[in-house]
């Protein structure tokens, strides 16, 4: 970076920061007259930042006019102090905060305060060395989240729904979270505005996914237990992938019935669920905006879809709607 870049004192964007090791270099001291920065801000390299009070110095709460804050940690094999972290808190008013490789062993006490009342998108990824979720479900407008990477995680619990007695994730429409080995426990159930969820390589998790009554997109990948109660009906689900599941709970002969509105239908790896599908009395019939459909089971199971499809194309149900039809071993 250039060297007294702080002297720029009207810049209004600085998409990418790169934070020096010392004073003779660009360290994160220079951006903390930068009070007109505005759209998003990148602060990488930031263990270069040795000492918490330098970190302050970054003056980030007064910079009113950011909408997306990045704060990066290139090297995360080293245990960042907490402290740096607490005094990088923002303004209140972020709409977007993004966290990448951040070593330390707990995220600070900003992180998830409902104060931010604008925040719409958090993203937490590879900080590989922290045991507990921040309390982001106390974010009244938060929209998407993603959480990728956090190997050191083993629950999920009151310290990420976060306690309060108003709903959990009032405004969430989509949660992600990826390649997280350890984490245990079950999601909340009643995500009313949730859309899409994504979970995968988390095998140590329970899902219940009864209870989404938005749900549009649903994508379960090498996870312990997917639960669906019978009866229940996703009124608006149009893409279902369920892979790689160690046992999927339903009421035999339920499972296609509520799918009338799926367009893209992926199952493989479920032995429970293609058991299921055997044994229940055409299946493709119930599923009448079908358009893609990918199935890997059993060798009867693949036997019996691949009668149904050819009947049913040969009577012309099909023709109209699917595109794309793979059943394989």
């Known amino acids: 970076m250039p060297l007294q870049l702080g002297r720029l004192t009207n810049l209004q964007s600085l998409p990418n920061f790169v934070v020096g090791k010392g004073s003779d270099e660009s360290w994160i001291r220079e951006i903390g007259s930068l009070l007109h920065l505005r759209g998003k801000l990148v602060l990488s390299r930031l263990e270069n930042v040795i000492e918490a009070e330098d970190a302050q110095w970054a003056n980030l709460k007064c910079k009113e006019r950011l909408d997306e804050l990045v704060l990066e940690w290139s090297d995360n094999t080293r245990e960042t102090q907490l402290g740096v972290l607490d005094r990088l808190e923002p303004h209140r008013m972020l709409k977007i905060l993004i966290i990448r490789g951040y070593a330390g062993l707990k995220f600070s006490a900003w992180i998830g305060d409902r104060l931010f009342s604008s925040m719409v998108r958090v993203y937490v990824g590879k900080c590989e060395q922290c045991q507990n979720l921040p309390p982001l479900g106390q974010l009244p407008s938060l929209k998407r989240l993603y959480i990728t990477g956090m190997i050191a995680v083993e629950s999920v ?16 429409k989509l949660l992600s979270i990826t390649n997280c080995p350890q984490l245990e426990g079950k999601f909340p159930e009643n995500l009313d505005s949730l859309e899409t969820l994504r979970i995968i390589k988390c095998k140590g998790l329970v899902i219940s996914i009864s209870n989404y009554k938005q749900i549009g997109a649903l994508d379960i990948d090498g996870c312990k237990v997917v639960v669906k109660t019978s009866g229940v009906e996703f009124e608006l689900l149009e893409s279902l992938q369920l892979t790689n ?14 799918l009338r509105k799926v367009a893209n239908l992926t199952i493989g790896g479920c032995e429970e669920l293609t058991f ?3 044994n229940e009395d055409r299946v493709l019939q119930h599923l009448i905006s079908l358009d893609r459909l990918v199935i890997e089971g059993n060798s009867s199971l693949l036997e019996k879809m691949g009668k149904e499809a050819e009947e049913l194309l040969q009577l012309q149900i099909l023709t109209s709607k699917l595109k794309y039809l793979e059943l394989y071993k």
């Open 276 to 278: 299921s599908l055997k």
């Open 245 to 258: 599941i160690s046992e999927v709970k339903l009421q035999t002969g339920e499972f296609t019935k509520g």
């Open 157 to 172: 619990g009151p310290e990420f729904y976060g306690e309060t007695q108003d709903q959990v994730f009032p405004c969430l």
